[in-house]
C-alpha cells in the first residue's frame, strides 16, 4: 500500500497523541477472541464472562428442565438468571457489558451457534 502512494516503507510518521491519551490507552481493556458459529469476534472480557454464563445457563436449563430452555426470556425470568449468575466482583460500570454478553450468549445457543 505504501509503494502506491509513493512513500518509502521506511518512513516514519511522528505520534501525535499527548502523554496523557498514551496514558489513558494503557488503561483501556483488552479485547478477547470469541467464536460464535462460524464467525470469530474481538470482545471485553466482561462481555465474554456474560456470553459464557448464559450458555451454562442455558445448558443447565436444557438438562434440568422438565420442557427444556426456554427460547426467549421473560423480563422476570431474565432478571432471575440475571441475578443467580452475574458474579460479585462485576463493577457497575461493567453490568451493564455483562448483560449484553448474556443475551447474546442466551440468543446464540437458543439459535443453535
Excluded at 11 to 32: K, R
Excluded at 36 to 53: D, E, I, L, M, N
Excluded at 95 to 106: A, L, P, V
Aim: proline share 4%; aromatic share 16%.
Amino acid at each position: 500500500m505504501l509503494d502506491q502512494m509513493h512513500i518509502p516503507a521506511t518512513t516514519s510518521f511522528a505520534c501525535l497523541a499527548s502523554t496523557a491519551l498514551a496514558e489513558q490507552d494503557s488503561t483501556w481493556t483488552t479485547y478477547l477472541p470469541l467464536r460464535v458459529g462460524k464467525y470469530h469476534f474481538k470482545v471485553t472480557p466482561t462481555f465474554k464472562q456474560g456470553y459464557r454464563a448464559a450458555r451454562r445457563a442455558y445448558k443447565q436449563m436444557e438438562e434440568h428442565h422438565e420442557w427444556g430452555p426456554y427460547l426467549f426470556l421473560t423480563g422476570y425470568e431474565y432478571a432471575h438468571l440475571t441475578r443467580r449468575y452475574l458474579p460479585a466482583h462485576v463493577s457497575a460500570r461493567n453490568k451493564r457489558e455483562w448483560q449484553r454478553g448474556f443475551i447474546g450468549g442466551w440468543t446464540a445457543c437458543s439459535y443453535g451457534f
